[in-house]
């Protein structure tokens, strides 16, 4: 099985997203280290710079194939060649609402412009595909006669399109084996739009009737919802049907790097590379997790480098709560935990989020044993402006004294002193800033609040 990855074509068409031409080169390393067959790098007719990040894709000397998509027309095929690219993807669409409404072409002009084009890029020396826009709309027979000219014409692949994503896996598969079956020798591409959600399951029992490559976008970004995504498309084939080609270590940097430069940013529920991916909640599945992961996990997340997580709240059990508490070296007896977890609860009945803090607290109080952890769930930096006439380090002295600032900086600029806090919710970041505005002589202050944080570089 074959992935194409078009993030820098069909992912770009996403609303609201482009990418500059570092970002494209940085995109094609990756996805090159993933292992993918065929990078689609653009359409250079779109702008110079779609242009220019093909060309210098194409110097990079990946090992993926680079590929130009065109429409069919002479000077886009020039320009596709003139970028280096090996491979042309020519589309044209073939349903009867396209030609008639878009193209505004007979169903025999379209196959002699479609020929003429394959014809042309050969002439060029380039590799060409050929797509048939709206395929799965298109007539069937129509869609052979299209297909066998543009093979006729020099097109080694086909890619069958389902640009509405109107397909369901089993139609698809049958559409699939009759397509093959009246095609004359070629490579079968899977091109499946995400409109209700099918894309990947169509793209798999399109393999599984014998095409040879699924069109993939990381974080499954494209037009309207998308196509299949690129990490989910490799685990789905790795873990379900044995395909280990592919490296699956770059997945993860890979969908962070997109949501970076993209700011198209993933649902927390996203399969794979969504936050939630590995996340436990109600007591059974917990108690379950901590006994044996197998229990609720499909694939061990170290697979991808990352870790499971446990979330606490009115729906954890016992076993969670005291895995928890044990992460803080806190032990408690039998007892002590059912009195614990019971808390919990009443407390998740009120409130929408538990913090460490919360558990903690809970605990000291339960046990009447003082616990000296410090929790950390949220971050922010409070600028603090001395009067004129104090001394700033006694500001400092009794701003370092407050429990939860870990870190106090005298400054140059608008404000004489940063303290770094970490508190457990935003009341009690509420709390410290007015214990902090009662210092005597402090001014006023500002707060920032951490929304994410970055590891740096060097950084360990
Ligand atoms: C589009 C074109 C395309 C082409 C797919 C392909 C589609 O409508 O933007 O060349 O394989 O979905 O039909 O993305
Ligand atoms: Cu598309």
């Known amino acids: 099985m074959e992935i194409l990855d078009t993030t ?29 067959d065929m990078i689609e790098a653009g359409d250079p007719s779109v702008s110079p710079n779609v242009a220019k990040a093909i060309e210098r894709i194409v110097s990079l000397g990946l090992r993926a194939e680079i590929v130009a998509h065109s429409v069919a027309s002479r000077s886009g095929i020039d320009r596709a060649k003139a970028c280096g690219a090996k491979r042309v ?9 396209h030609l008639d409404a878009k193209l505004h072409k007979t169903p025999d002009e379209a196959v002699a412009i479609i020929r003429e084009h394959v014809a ?69 591409d899977l091109h499946c739009h995400d409109d209700y959600g099918l894309a990947l399951a169509n793209a798999m029992a399109g393999i599984r009737a014998g095409a040879d490559c699924i069109h993939t976008t990381v974080n499954g970004m494209g037009e309207r919802t998308g196509v299949p995504d690129l990490a989910e498309t490799i685990l789905a084939f790795h873990n379900l049907e044995g395909e ?50 197998r229990t609720y996990e499909p694939f061990d997340p170290s697979l991808l480098g990352r870790e499971r997580k446990i979330v606490i709240d009115k729906y954890t059990g016992k076993s969670a709560v005291s895995a928890r508490l044990a992460e803080y070296g806190i032990e408690v007896s039998a007892s002590e935990l059912d009195v614990i977890v019971s808390r919990i609860k009443n407390l998740g009945d009120q409130r929408k989020q538990l913090f460490d803090t919360d558990i903690i607290e809970i605990a000291e109080l339960v046990t009447g044993r003082e616990m000296d952890v410090i929790p950390h769930d949220i971050s922010a930096m409070v600028m603090v402006e001395v009067e004129s006439h104090v001394y700033t380090s006694s500001v400092v002295r009794r701003v370092r004294g407050f429990t939860n600032v870990n870190n106090v900086y005298e400054m140059t600029g608008d404000y004489d002193v940063s303290a770094f806090v970490n508190v457990e919710n935003v009341m009690a970041l509420n709390n ?23 590891p740096a570089n060097g950084n360990k």
């Open 432 to 454: 410290l800033i007015e214990e902090i505005r009662t210092v005597p002589g402090v001014k006023r202050t500002e707060t920032r609040m951490v929304l994410k944080k970055y």
């Open 120 to 188: 042309y890029a050969r002439g060029l020396g380039l590799k060409v595909r050929y797509t048939p826009e709206d395929a799965t709309r298109t007539d069937f027979d129509f869609l052979v006669q299209v297909c066998n000219a543009a093979i006729e014409a020099g097109a080694d692949r086909i890619s069958f399109a389902d640009t509405l994503g109107i397909m369901q896996p089993h139609i698809f598969y049958e559409r699939v084996c009759e397509l093959h079956q009246h095609l004359l020798p070629c490579k079968m």
């Open 244 to 293: 280990a080609k592919f490296n699956l270590r770059p997945l993860m940097e890979l969908s962070s790097y997109l949501e970076k430069v993209s700011g198209f940013f993933l649902a927390p529920n996203k399969p794979i590379t969504g936050q939630n991916a590995f996340s436990h909640k109600s007591g059974v599945h917990t108690n379950g997790i901590l006994k044996d992961p």
């Open 89 to 97: 993807a020519i589309f044209y669409a073939t349903s009867k609402i």
């Open 8 to 36: 820098l074509r069909e992912g770009e068409q996403t609303p609201y997203v482009n990418f500059t031409v570092d970002e494209k080169v940085e995109i094609a390393r990756l996805l090159d280290q993933v292992g993918v």
